[in-house]
């Protein structure tokens, strides 16, 4: 894997997390606008608008990148329009990530042929 690979990799791992929370603290604020006088979505909309654009553009690099097949591309895509898919996906971008430093270090070390 290359760095620019693993550097958009990264940038996915990165933002998957907030993406998820602030979808989460966004469904709290619908409940609540409709429940009580507090009225936070404007500006909790704006900020998960903001991150799941980034999620989108980092998933789109990653993908074009890691020449992933379309059914690893479409879950991760999924992963971001579930309430807590988010976190999924760094977990599952995490461990793809090191087993891959795990891949590089066998080949440099002439382990395997991976």
């Known amino acids: 894997m290359d760095i620019k690979t693993a550097t958009a990799l990264r940038r996915l791992r990165l933002v998957s997390a907030p993406e998820a929370v602030s979808f989460l603290i966004l469904l709290v604020c619908s409940v609540l606008k409709r429940t009580t006088d507090f009225d936070a979505v404007p500006v909790m909309g704006a900020i998960h608008g903001v991150l799941f654009i980034l999620y989108v553009i980092f998933w789109a690099d990653a993908w ?16 971001s329009v579930l309430p807590t ?3 999924f996906a760094e977990r599952k971008l995490r461990r793809e990530a090191e087993d891959a430093v ?13």
């Open 64 to 79: 074009n990148r890691t020449k992933w097949p379309l059914k690893t591309a479409a879950l991760y895509f999924v992963l």
């Open 85 to 87: 898919g988010g976190f």
């Open 102 to 114: 795990i891949a590089a270090r066998a080949r440099q070390e002439g382990v395997v042929n991976a």
